[in-house]
């Protein structure tokens, strides 16, 4: 908004940027925001600590990257490779086969079914929406996905890995839609991978807590005023729309008001819960190959339940952490009255666990598009671990705003440390 010459004023009510994505530090505050006495001494420096709150990775080549090369925020941000791609089987993790190779020796598969299955990656790869040619006489928006899979010969074990840590979908009501979605993320994770190679997967040193304050330098050099620890006191409405803003006695009037759900708790509506749990660990996870950075899938197939459980792992490399320890975080969506329990399978694969810290958040949704009352409220962080559902509820605000649909075409490959 402030590159394209709007007048911005940004109030945090929070001492810190990006509110609920935010990274925390020093570690002492993380213990204190959990009310957990600690840390213990072998912790190292608090100030070397940068610990997210919500776990969330960035494909290479997905919307957010775009976003952030588009505004040019990436100047202000270094990124890094996230080391590797997990998915659970069977009580145990595989890593996700990223290449035709890994695919024919990878161990989640027979050997019939490695061949069908790279077939299939072969088929995704070369599809194009434009090129009847190249769709096989399938029609990408009627044929579902789980009669693609069949016309692939592929058994159910190929479809959990397939649509949950290649398409990364979190439940699997994906396979009675259309196929052409599924074959567009599955594309996205490849062309991702393709960039770097070791995995989809970028992360910014410092932590995520990076993305917020470099967007806020940005709006600060075209003129955005930012003002955090400001409590917003009321939203001031005239004829159903908004007017302006108080706090502490002061009123700063607007045209337009951006804001999460916490800021309108009367305008949103809460469609379910997500768990979150941080976990501080003295060593890799286990069948890792010793990665300093994972992610790690938990198909809801594997484990009885609706929806896929994440695990994100980042250490010291990354600046998030002092030397010799990782911050593991596990997130899903709550489905039973006992939450902490719904993530032990999770949990088991990270003992032993130096400390952990819960939290239980309401996923809330606004209950109007904001275009009557010229109020945008944004959606809730979900339980993904990687932008795209978020990038695509920032894309829908913008276009509700403007009018103006946000623009990616040609967009470059960005750099990262290796």
């Not at 929070?14 to 530090?25: K, R």
């Not at 600060?220 to 007017?243: H, S």
Request: overall charge negative.
């Amino acid at each position: 908004m402030s590159v394209n010459g709007k007048k911005v004023l940004h109030i945090d009510r929070n001492n810190h940027y990006g509110g609920e994505m935010a990274s925390i530090t020093p570690l002492e505050e993380l213990y204190r925001r959990f009310n957990v006495i600690g840390p213990p001494e072998p912790m190292g420096r608090g100030r070397e600590w940068n610990v997210d709150l919500i776990p969330k990775f960035l494909m290479a080549n997905g919307q957010l990257v775009k976003m952030l090369l588009y505004t040019e925020v990436t100047q202000y941000i270094d990124f890094k490779v996230v080391d590797g791609s997990y998915v659970y089987k069977a009580g145990k993790i595989h890593k996700v086969p990223c290449t035709e190779e890994e695919a024919l020796v990878s161990d989640l598969m027979g050997i019939f079914e490695k061949r069908r299955f790279r077939k299939f990656l072969l088929f995704v790869m070369n599809f194009s929406d434009h090129n009847a040619k190249t769709q096989y006489d399938i029609d990408p928006r009627k044929m579902t996905m789980r009669e693609l899979y069949r016309r692939f010969d592929l058994g159910p074990d190929v479809m959990a890995f397939t649509g949950h840590a290649l398409a990364l979908y979190r439940t699997d009501d994906y396979l009675d839609l259309p196929c052409l979605e599924t074959i567009n993320r599955i594309r996205l994770y490849y062309e991702s991978l393709v960039k770097y190679s070791k995995s989809p997967y970028l992360y910014p040193l410092y932590g995520l807590g990076e993305l917020p304050q470099g967007f806020a330098r940005l709006s600060a050099l075209n003129g955005g005023i930012y003002m955090i620890n400001k409590p917003v006191d009321e939203i001031l409405m005239e004829n159903g729309q908004v007017v302006g803003v108080k706090s502490e006695g002061e009123i700063a009037y607007c045209k337009q008001l951006i804001c999460d759900p916490s800021y309108v708790p009367d305008q949103v509506k809460k469609i379910g819960q997500v768990i979150r749990v941080i976990c501080i660990l003295s060593h890799p996870i286990r069948n890792t190959s010793e990665c300093t950075s994972c992610q790690i899938v938990i198909p809801q197939t594997q484990v009885n339940r609706n929806s896929d459980i994440y695990v994100c792992m980042v250490a010291s490399s990354h600046c998030v952490a002092s030397d010799g320890k990782y911050v593991a975080i596990i997130s899903t969506t709550v489905e039973t009255e006992d939450p902490e329990k719904e993530i032990q399978p999770a949990l088991d694969l990270l003992v032993p666990v130096d400390q952990k810290f819960v939290s239980i958040t309401d996923q809330l949704i606004p209950k109007h598009d904001g275009t009557k009352k010229q109020v945008f409220i944004s959606k809730s962080y979900d339980a993904t671990t990687h932008f795209e559902t978020t990038s695509n509820d920032i894309k829908d605000m913008f276009r509700r705003m403007t009018g103006a649909n946000l623009d990616f075409a040609d967009m470059w490959s960005m750099d990262t440390q290796d």
